[in-house]
């Protein structure tokens, strides 16, 4: 009997392996992650989107660059994954500092979230087309790479500025 039950067993847990190989396989690459920050100074909170190899400024010192995002596909459990390198850029501080960089889930964000003083950031969907364009673009340089373009989401005066370094 207790053979059978762990024959059972295994036969489930390799059902539950292959199940969660397909899902991956199903997911679908989009060209557009949508995040939520919020600042837990201010309590400013601010949902935007990123084109995948854009760099993002929030606040006053943060940047979040979009390197991958991917969707689960119509008919599986929803699902929304983002690789993502955040970095902070500190004013008296001459080189940035890795904040956080690699996957995060939209249906499971602790799992996957940054360790910030500051800052919070959630991965909410991956789409293939922006809703809006009214963002501006600044340079940046983020760690161990050459200058890339960045969007500027939040300034002093709640609009969106471009800066230049």
């Known amino acids: 009997m207790l053979k059978k039950t762990f024959i059972l067993f295994l036969i489930t ?3 539950i392996c292959f199940t969660n ?10 060209e557009i992650v949508v ?11 601010h949902t935007f989107e990123i084109p995948v190899g854009k760099t993002v400024k929030f606040g ?11 969707k689960a596909s ?17 004013p008296n501080e001459e080189s940035p500092t890795w904040v956080f960089s690699g996957w995060m889930f939209s249906s499971n964000p602790s799992i996957s979230g940054i360790e910030h003083s500051v800052y919070d950031v959630w991965v909410i ?4 087309e922006r809703t809006s ?6 340079e ?9 373009t960045s969007i500027d989401i939040f300034s002093s005066n709640s609009s969106t500025t471009t800066e230049e370094e």
């Open 35 to 45: 995040l939520r920050t919020i600042d837990k100074v201010s309590a400013y909170t």
């Open 125 to 128: 969907d991956c789409k293939s």
């Open 74 to 90: 119509p008919i599986e459990t929803p699902e929304n994954a983002a690789f993502l390198q955040i970095w902070q850029r500190k």
């Open 13 to 15: 847990l390799s059902a």
């Open 133 to 138: 364009s009214d963002d501006e673009f600044i």
């Open 60 to 70: 006053s010192s943060l940047f979040i660059k979009a390197r991958a995002c991917r």
């Open 140 to 148: 940046e340089e983020s760690p161990k790479e050459e200058a890339e």
């Open 21 to 30: 190989k397909a899902d991956a396989r199903d997911m679908i690459d989009k």
